[in-house]
């Protein structure tokens, strides 16, 4: 049997490679999107239904998985900026679609969360996310957690900064990550709905530090740039300040960034893409 498969967050990172992947394996795709405009983003690969609904609200989604056998969510705050928090979206949104996946007796359901969240557990984004991963194991349903360390989308944040000359990083820079790029990890995403994996850690090839991110970043523009190393205190200054100033709406992006520069990312090598090869080309749009 064919099976028909729910794609949210399509209109993200991962997602649009995911709906991609699925298509090139001759699956019936429903690509859940928030506004009718959205369509045009997928004009070129064929998919098969669009449902139009918010997952913040459930009279929206209704029956968004009906005769749907699994269901890919990428949902995530860092998706869409509309003044959600990230318990309103990573938890309660894709807690909406669960339920409606469990009234529609879906028979799998993967999610995508990170990896090292055991790493830094205060963090409000990795609150939100493991509350709805504990919610998905204790469903009944069959699961599929996807963790993945950074995504090759991620670190263009790293190129933008190296176009200035400098790229800072929170301490000695030798923190490891093999981010992975969005092709890499749609493979296996998809070969893990396949094969019905329960935990899959995820990263590319090839394993970095920081301090190789920055210059491959400098290489990629072309020129010779600065690597500053800003002191671990600094960060917790920063931290303390916007924590305390500021909604988590504004620090939890800011929280995660400095904090996520200050462990080792590194875990399970996939895929074939290079970080180098994605800041070439990204080198050719700045």
């Given amino acids: 049997?064919?099976?028909?498969?729910?794609?949210?967050?399509?209109?993200?990172?991962?997602?649009?490679?995911?709906?991609?992947?699925?298509?090139?394996?001759?699956?019936?795709?429903?690509?859940?999107?928030?506004?009718?405009?959205?369509?045009?983003?997928?004009?070129?690969?064929?998919?098969?239904?669009?449902?139009?609904?918010?997952?913040?609200?459930?009279?929206?989604?209704?029956?968004?998985?009906?005769?749907?056998?699994?269901?890919?969510?990428?949902?995530?705050?860092?998706?869409?900026?509309?003044?959600?928090t990230y318990m309103d979206v990573d938890y309660l949104g894709n807690l909406n679609l669960l339920n409606d996946a469990k009234k529609n007796n879906v028979e799998l359901f993967q999610y995508v969360s990170v990896f090292g969240s055991e790493k830094v557990p205060k963090l409000k984004i990795i609150q939100a996310k493991e509350k709805f991963v504990e919610a998905l194991k204790n469903s009944k349903l069959n699961y599929s957690i996807i963790r993945p360390?950074?995504?090759?989308?991620?670190?263009?944040?790293?190129?933008?900064?190296?176009?200035?000359?400098?790229?800072?990083?929170?301490?000695?820079?030798?923190?490891?990550?093999?981010?992975?790029?969005?092709?890499?990890?749609?493979?296996?995403?998809?070969?893990?709905?396949?094969?019905?994996?329960?935990?899959?850690?995820?990263?590319?090839?090839?394993?970095?530090?920081?301090?190789?991110?920055?210059?491959?970043?400098?290489?990629a523009l072309g020129i010779k740039g600065k690597i500053i190393h800003i002191p671990l205190w600094i960060r917790d200054i920063v931290v303390f300040i916007v924590r305390t100033f500021t909604s988590s709406k504004f620090y939890g992006p800011i929280e995660f960034f400095l904090t996520a520069m200050t462990i080792d990312g590194s875990t399970d090598k996939y895929g074939k893409d290079l970080l180098e090869g994605f800041y070439n080309e990204e080198a050719k749009k700045i």
């Fill in 149 to 219: 360390t950074g995504y090759f989308g991620d670190m263009k944040e790293v190129l933008q900064m190296a176009k200035s000359g400098k790229v800072y990083l929170i301490g000695t820079g030798e923190y490891k990550i093999n981010p992975i790029s969005g092709q890499d990890l749609a493979v296996v995403c998809s070969d893990s709905l396949e094969n019905k994996q329960q935990i899959v850690n995820v990263g590319g090839p090839k394993v970095y530090s920081q301090n190789q991110v920055a210059e491959i970043a400098f290489d």
């Fill in 1 to 84: 049997m064919n099976r028909k498969i729910l794609v949210a967050g399509a209109t993200g990172y991962l997602g649009y490679y995911m709906v991609q992947e699925l298509k090139k394996r001759n699956y019936w795709v429903r690509v859940l999107i928030r506004k009718e405009i959205q369509k045009e983003k997928f004009k070129n690969i064929n998919v098969d239904e669009f449902f139009v609904g918010e997952i913040t609200k459930p009279d929206t989604i209704t029956n968004v998985t009906k005769d749907i056998n699994w269901v890919f969510s990428s949902i995530g705050i860092t998706r869409q900026k509309d003044g959600f």
